[in-house]
């Protein structure tokens, strides 16, 4: 009996610890009232800036769960349901920590392109960081895994910022998810929606091609520093 309230309480801690992380998770990628716009550039830094400090130590966070449910696991080994469960969540926790992710999803691209209706005068379009990260979060609310910009990962800790190694990304930007095809592709393809608004900014936006295996690879620890077209 006395075990057994052990292993309850020890499992208890861990799914305290894990469904935390998760929420810390969520409210980054999801944060309340996030629109960006041309006029938002500095509130977008400030956003991303705080989903760093927020993120960074998640890594670590996920290995130091594992290895309580390894150590669970091995002296309690019963409850295969609860620890099933336990290592369902570990997965989601490591995908937004920008672990390898393979399955269905979608690929678009992004380019500059011509003037548009909301173009200063005699002036073509030229794809902003605002559009990429506006893009990456439509997908994610849409439901997306994993999302990757010219094959860099996305993770919440890999938000522009100005400290360690950067990955330069520059256009045209091919931008891959991964997560439910008709979900995504009807997320983004709707009237009002984020192709459309890129669009009507005058660049070129492909339609969303459907794909049934995608391969994203990790996350690797650089931070991503968009290199804009003069």
């Not at 459907?210 to 077209?229: E, K, M, Q, V």
């Given at each position: ?19 935390w ?13 996030f629109?960006?716009?041309?006029g938002?550039?500095t ?8 989903v ?9 966070r996920?290995?130091?769960?594992q ?9 309690f ?28 999803g979608?690929?678009?691209?992004v380019?500059?392109g ?12 030229i794809?902003?960081e ?47 998810a ?8 009807t ?11 890129l ?6 936006v492909?339609?969303?091609?459907p ?20």
């Amino acid at each position: 009996m006395a075990v057994r309230l052990k292993w309850h309480l020890s499992l208890t801690g861990v799914c305290f610890v894990l469904g935390w992380l998760l929420t810390v998770q969520y409210r980054s990628l999801h944060p309340s009232g996030f629109s960006v716009g041309e006029g938002d550039v500095t509130q977008v830094s400030r956003q991303l800036e705080v989903v760093r400090a927020q993120n960074k130590s998640l890594e670590a966070r996920v290995g130091e769960l594992q290895k309580q449910v390894d150590h669970l696991e091995k002296e309690f080994g019963g409850d295969l349901a609860a620890f099933d469960q336990m290592r369902a969540e570990l997965d989601k926790a490591r995908i937004l920590a920008g672990a390898p992710v393979a399955g269905p999803g979608i690929t678009v691209t992004v380019d500059d392109g011509k003037a548009g209706p909301f173009s200063p005068a005699g002036t073509r379009a030229i794809v902003q960081e605002w559009d990429i990260l506006r893009l990456v979060h439509e997908l994610f609310a849409s439901g997306a895994e994993a999302v990757a910009v010219n094959g860099q990962r996305w993770a919440v800790v890999s938000a522009p910022g100005k400290e360690g190694a950067a990955v330069h990304l520059r256009a045209p930007y091919q931008i891959q998810a991964v997560g439910d095809p008709a979900v995504l592709m009807t997320a983004l393809s709707m009237r009002g929606g984020v192709l459309d608004w890129l669009r009507q900014r005058g660049l070129t936006v492909s339609a969303p091609k459907p794909s049934n295996s995608l391969h994203l690879a990790g996350y690797d620890g650089r931070r991503w520093t968009f290199d804009i077209r003069q």
